[in-house]
């Protein structure tokens, strides 16, 4: 088998993001249920509208570093002018620290990160992290996450993970696109761009997955398109699809 160029995103695929923020927002609409409590607004309601401003914000300017807290600030906003309760600088300033603090979680891993990272690196293959987000950010998470060792020098952090980032990175990189993979949990972000720009592509579907991610593949595989729920089984699916077994 030649060897393969493989491009692996970080939230969600080698280590948990999602489970924090939700965490987060459950701290969020706690606090603004006891805020609003006279006005009777749903928790349900308070976390349907912040999702809708934090999904518009990730649609206009990418993985800013603020727009998760500036989500909390804007559903403050909209719920203040909702019910005319008078808006206070020191809560806004809570919501902004709360949103931020989601960022300095610890590190996750999921199953099987390393053992699969060792044996792909071990098999000769190419390892590359393909991540959206703020750089400071992601690489605080690549550092303590140890990953280091498997992509230094080939670490590539996008605001927006496009169809044309991917496509100019695979021009930059010189990447063969008959023996390049992506993997990863985002439909948006992993799996449409590589279909669209013919490389392979593994699904690795969240534990915990956020509706940004969620939408409908409309592209046709030009080589794999498989889906897996487990790291550790990455490296034998890439052995069988070369060697016209089964996945």
Same mark, same amino acid.
């Given at each position: 088998?030649?060897?393969?160029?493989? &491009?692996?995103? &970080?939230d969600?695929?080698l280590i948990?993001?999602?489970?924090?923020f939700?965490?987060?927002?459950?701290?969020?609409?706690?606090?603004?249920?006891?805020?609003?409590?006279?006005?009777?607004?749903?928790?349900?309601?308070?976390?349907?509208?912040?999702?809708?401003?934090?999904l518009d914000?990730?649609?206009?300017?990418?993985?800013?570093?603020d727009?998760?807290?500036?989500?909390?600030?804007?559903t403050?906003?909209?719920?203040?002018?909702?019910?005319g309760?008078i808006?206070?600088?020191?809560?806004?300033?809570?919501l902004?620290? &709360?949103?931020?603090?989601?960022?300095?979680?610890?590190?996750e891993?999921?199953p099987?990160?390393l053992?699969?990272?060792?044996?792909l690196?071990?098999?000769?293959?190419?390892?590359?992290?393909?991540?959206g987000?703020?750089?400071?950010?992601q690489m605080?998470?690549?550092?303590e996450?140890?990953l280091?060792?498997?992509f230094?020098?080939?670490?590539?952090?996008?605001?927006?993970?496009?169809?044309?980032? &991917?496509?100019?990175?695979?021009?930059?990189?010189?990447?063969?696109?008959?023996?390049?993979?992506?993997?990863?949990n985002?439909l948006?972000?992993?799996?449409?761009?590589?279909?669209?720009?013919?490389?392979?592509?593994i699904?690795?579907?969240?534990?915990?997955?956020?509706?940004?991610n969620?939408?409908?593949?409309?592209?046709?595989?030009?080589?794999?398109y498989?889906?897996?729920?487990?790291?550790?089984d990455?490296p034998?699916?890439?052995?069988?699809y070369?060697?016209?077994?089964?996945?």
């Amino acid at each position: 088998m030649i060897k393969q160029t493989i &491009l692996f995103d &970080l939230d969600d695929t080698l280590i948990h993001c999602n489970k924090y923020f939700d965490i987060v927002v459950d701290q969020f609409a706690d606090q603004m249920e006891m805020w609003f409590h006279t006005y009777h607004i749903p928790v349900e309601e308070i976390k349907k509208k912040q999702s809708q401003i934090d999904l518009d914000r990730v649609l206009q300017s990418g993985f800013a570093p603020d727009h998760f807290p500036e989500s909390f600030v804007e559903t403050y906003d909209y719920f203040s002018d909702l019910t005319g309760r008078i808006k206070d600088t020191d809560e806004i300033e809570r919501l902004m620290e &709360l949103g931020r603090g989601v960022y300095g979680h610890s590190i996750e891993p999921y199953p099987f990160m390393l053992e699969t990272l060792n044996e792909l690196q071990a098999d000769g293959h190419v390892l590359h992290l393909y991540t959206g987000g703020d750089p400071i950010i992601q690489m605080r998470k690549v550092t303590e996450a140890g990953l280091l060792p498997f992509f230094a020098g080939r670490i590539h952090v996008a605001r927006h993970k496009t169809v044309d980032f &991917l496509e100019a990175l695979i021009m930059e990189q010189a990447l063969d696109r008959k023996s390049t993979w992506m993997i990863g949990n985002s439909l948006r972000t992993d799996v449409t761009p590589a279909l669209k720009t013919g490389i392979h592509s593994i699904f690795m579907p969240a534990i915990q997955e956020w509706s940004f991610n969620n939408v409908e593949v409309d592209a046709e595989p030009q080589g794999a398109y498989l889906t897996l729920t487990t790291l550790k089984d990455i490296p034998d699916a890439i052995r069988r699809y070369f060697s016209g077994a089964t996945v």
